[in-house]
Protein backbone atom coordinates (compact mmCIF):
# COMPACT_ATOMS: atom_id res chain seq x y z
CA UNK A 1 0.00 0.00 0.00
CA UNK A 2 1.33 3.12 -1.23
CA UNK A 3 1.63 6.36 1.79
CA UNK A 4 1.91 9.82 1.37
CA UNK A 5 4.76 11.27 3.76
CA UNK A 6 1.74 12.83 5.37
CA UNK A 7 0.22 9.39 6.11
CA UNK A 8 3.36 7.69 7.39
CA UNK A 9 4.11 11.07 9.38
CA UNK A 10 0.09 10.93 11.23
CA UNK A 11 1.00 6.89 11.75
CA UNK A 12 4.60 7.35 13.23
CA UNK A 13 3.27 10.20 15.64
CA UNK A 14 0.58 8.20 16.92
CA UNK A 15 2.61 5.46 17.55
CA UNK A 16 5.32 7.40 19.61
CA UNK A 17 2.72 8.91 21.25
CA UNK A 18 1.00 6.08 22.20
CA UNK A 19 4.52 5.27 23.65
CA UNK A 20 4.06 8.60 25.92
CA UNK A 21 6.58 10.21 23.80
CA UNK A 22 6.52 14.24 23.38
CA UNK A 23 6.85 14.51 19.25
CA UNK A 24 7.22 18.24 17.67
CA UNK A 25 7.98 19.45 14.35
CA UNK A 26 11.25 20.89 13.37
CA UNK A 27 10.37 23.81 11.38
CA UNK A 28 13.30 23.72 8.96
CA UNK A 29 14.16 25.08 5.75
CA UNK A 30 14.36 28.65 4.01
CA UNK A 31 11.19 30.92 4.78
CA UNK A 32 11.06 35.12 3.94
CA UNK A 33 10.52 38.09 5.57
CA UNK A 34 7.67 40.37 4.62
CA UNK A 35 10.30 42.39 2.78
CA UNK A 36 11.53 39.14 0.87
CA UNK A 37 13.95 39.08 2.54
CA UNK A 38 14.98 34.73 2.82
CA UNK A 39 15.52 33.21 6.77
CA UNK A 40 17.91 29.78 7.24
CA UNK A 41 15.80 28.43 9.84
CA UNK A 42 17.63 24.81 11.26
CA UNK A 43 19.97 23.43 9.80
CA UNK A 44 20.56 21.54 6.49
CA UNK A 45 18.87 18.35 6.05
CA UNK A 46 17.81 18.36 9.50
CA UNK A 47 15.22 15.72 10.45
CA UNK A 48 11.47 17.17 10.66
CA UNK A 49 10.68 15.71 13.84
CA UNK A 50 12.28 14.96 17.76
CA UNK A 51 10.58 13.31 20.44
CA UNK A 52 11.76 13.54 23.91
CA UNK A 53 10.31 10.48 26.25
CA UNK A 54 10.56 11.66 30.30
CA UNK A 55 12.11 8.43 31.85
CA UNK A 56 11.63 9.73 35.44
CA UNK A 57 15.62 10.34 35.56
CA UNK A 58 17.62 13.33 35.20
CA UNK A 59 17.94 12.34 31.34
CA UNK A 60 15.28 11.82 29.09
CA UNK A 61 14.69 9.88 25.85
CA UNK A 62 15.47 11.30 22.47
CA UNK A 63 15.05 10.93 18.87
CA UNK A 64 14.59 12.63 15.46
CA UNK A 65 12.69 11.29 12.73
CA UNK A 66 12.01 12.04 8.97
CA UNK A 67 9.56 10.41 7.06
CA UNK A 68 9.06 9.75 3.32
CA UNK A 69 6.57 8.79 0.86
CA UNK A 70 6.59 5.27 0.25
CA UNK A 71 9.25 4.15 -1.69
CA UNK A 72 11.07 7.50 -1.72
CA UNK A 73 14.56 8.16 0.52
CA UNK A 74 16.44 10.79 1.95
CA UNK A 75 18.65 13.34 0.34
CA UNK A 76 22.37 13.82 0.39
CA UNK A 77 21.99 16.66 2.90
CA UNK A 78 19.45 14.19 5.32
CA UNK A 79 21.51 11.47 5.07
CA UNK A 80 24.71 13.48 6.06
CA UNK A 81 22.63 15.37 9.06
CA UNK A 82 21.93 11.85 10.58
CA UNK A 83 24.77 9.96 10.13
CA UNK A 84 26.08 13.37 12.11
CA UNK A 85 24.06 13.05 14.41
CA UNK A 86 24.00 9.16 14.58
CA UNK A 87 27.88 9.65 15.19
CA UNK A 88 27.05 11.75 18.15
CA UNK A 89 24.90 9.23 19.94
CA UNK A 90 21.80 10.89 18.99
CA UNK A 91 19.42 8.21 17.09
CA UNK A 92 17.61 9.36 13.96
CA UNK A 93 15.10 7.14 12.41
CA UNK A 94 14.08 7.73 8.25
CA UNK A 95 11.20 5.48 7.07
CA UNK A 96 8.70 5.17 4.23
CA UNK A 97 5.92 3.00 6.74
CA UNK A 98 5.03 2.89 9.79
CA UNK A 99 6.27 -1.22 9.44
CA UNK A 100 9.57 0.25 8.75
CA UNK A 101 10.32 3.19 11.42
CA UNK A 102 8.88 0.62 14.37
CA UNK A 103 11.98 -2.18 12.83
CA UNK A 104 14.13 0.36 12.94
CA UNK A 105 12.88 2.25 16.74
CA UNK A 106 13.32 -1.14 18.23
CA UNK A 107 16.38 -2.18 17.05
CA UNK A 108 17.63 1.64 18.20
CA UNK A 109 15.59 2.31 21.49
CA UNK A 110 16.87 1.34 24.48
CA UNK A 111 13.84 -0.27 25.75
CA UNK A 112 11.63 -0.63 23.12
CA UNK A 113 8.64 -2.68 24.95
CA UNK A 114 5.78 -0.92 25.71
Known amino acids: MKQTEN ?7 RYLRALAWIVRRNHVGVFYTRDG ?10 C ?3 AVRPT ?9 FE ?3 TGATPGKEQREYM ?29 AKP
Open 37 to 46: RPVRVGEPGE
Open 67 to 69: AKR
Open 83 to 111: AKRTHQGIVCIWADSLEMFVAKYQEAIWD
Open 56 to 64: GKPNAHYLE
Open 7 to 13: EVEDAVI
Open 48 to 50: DWR
